[in-house]
């Protein structure tokens, strides 16, 4: 089991920056990737950008040049630096797992930018 702890959401204006963290718990050497993916009410969940376990990292073409996903190993933390924010990008953010069976997903935190 894997459990995620996602924090540093909030109300940002537009150009703003933001950095959301996720704590992961649990089985973490079961862990091969790590990434965040959001969603906007009324719309499917949309991935944001992902690390591996070798530090290989993708990101939505949407979204590369704003944002970057990085990892801290000592304490097992993974970082979204998100910047020149856009309306656009106000959604609900979700911090993500992945095993080797199954995805989990933390609780989410909110995003809102406004313009």
């Known amino acids: 089991q894997v459990r995620l702890v996602e924090s540093g959401g909030g109300l940002v204006q537009a150009g703003g920056s933001l950095r959301l963290s996720c704590a992961p718990s649990?089985?973490?050497?079961?862990?091969?990737?790590m990434g965040w993916h959001r969603q906007v009410p009324g719309k499917q969940r949309e991935l944001v950008a992902s690390?591996?376990?070798?530090?290989?990292?993708n990101s939505a073409d949407s979204m590369k040049g704003r944002f970057t996903i990085s990892r801290d190993t000592v304490k097992n933390t993974v970082h979204l630096q998100m910047n020149s924010l856009k309306p656009e990008d106000s959604a609900v953010y979700y911090c993500?797992?992945?095993?080797?069976?199954?995805?989990?997903w933390g609780q989410g935190t909110q995003v809102t930018v406004s313009s």
């Open positions: 690390i591996t376990r070798d530090g290989t990292t």
């Open positions: 649990g089985n973490i050497a079961s862990i091969t990737i």
């Open positions: 993500t797992a992945d095993t080797k069976f199954r995805r989990y």
